[in-house]
T-cell receptor, first 113, second 112 residues
Framework: DQQVKQNSPSLSVQEGRISILNCDYTNSMFDYFLWYKKYPAEGPTFLISISSIKDKNEDGRFTVFLNKSAKHLSLHIVPSQPGDSAVYFC????????????FGGGTRLMVKP | SAVISQKPSRDICQRGTSLTIQCQVDSQVTMMFWYRQQPGQSLTLIATANQGSEATYESGFVIDKFPISRPNLTFSTLTVSNMSPEDSSIYLCSGRKGREAFFGQGTRLTVV
């Protein structure tokens, strides 16, 4: 049973436009969420996180939105740049219940110049 | 952020042999983990590396196949034992700092 799902395996966006990456989860116990970016031949790099007590967290061009009732989160990148082309993973965890993070399957973002 | 150094970055190994992957983290990291990313799939947690004691393995992973050591707070090794082509994957070391997890660059293993 996949507790964290990224239903879009790939996304193509024009440079300068908004990229929206989506993530759904089923475990209502998850209380914090993270986004990672991964380039080929590199390990995932932490991007941004959000706690379940918030519905939005912003860091520069990156904003994460959390809709707890829908068990849905999204990562917005505005404006998108060619260097943003990578695989993006969402991850979820339960604070005070071990340190395991559950990862989604990833979405490959391609930003075209 | 935390600094995670992992080596080797890649290797090609014969089936039946073993490979040990090393991971060095900086002192800010509190916990260490090992993940696997099989082709086209997400990151799967293999085990939590515990300092000075046996690692805690996730379902589907066993110590005989993936022995892990963590002799001190900042260093850990993962051995992939008696390798088969199905073990071809990217293996990632991860360190935890608060709620954030940081990753090494990964080891791309190909078993032939």
């Amino acid at each position: 049973d996949q507790q964290v799902k990224q239903n879009s395996p790939s996304l193509s966006v024009q440079e300068g436009r908004i990229s929206i990456l989506n993530c759904d989860y089923t475990n209502s116990m998850f209380d914090y969420f993270l986004w990672y970016k991964k380039y080929p031949a590199e390990g995932p790099t932490f991007l941004i996180s959000i706690s379940s007590i918030k519905d939005k967290n912003e860091d520069g061009r990156f904003t994460v939105f959390l809709n707890k009732s829908a068990k849905h989160l999204s990562l917005h990148i505005v404006p998108s740049q060619p260097g943003d082309s990578a695989v993006y993973f969402c991850a979820a965890g339960v604070h005070n219940a071990g340190n395991m993070l559950t990862f989604g399957g990833g979405t490959r973002l391609m930003v075209k110049p | 952020s935390a600094v995670i150094s992992q080596k080797p970055s890649r290797d090609i190994c014969q089936r039946g042999t073993s490979l040990t992957i090393q991971c060095q983290v900086d002192s800010q990291v509190t916990m260490m983990f090992w993940y696997r990313q099989q082709p086209g799939q997400s990151l799967t947690l293999i085990a939590t590396a515990n300092q000075g004691s046996e690692a805690t393995y996730e379902s589907g992973f066993v110590i005989d196949k993936f022995p892990i050591s963590r002799p001190n707070l900042t260093f850990s090794t993962l051995t992939v034992s008696n390798m088969s082509p199905e073990d071809s994957s990217i293996y990632l070391c991860s360190g935890r700092k608060g709620r954030e997890a940081f990753f090494g660059q990964g080891t791309r293993l190909t078993v032939v």
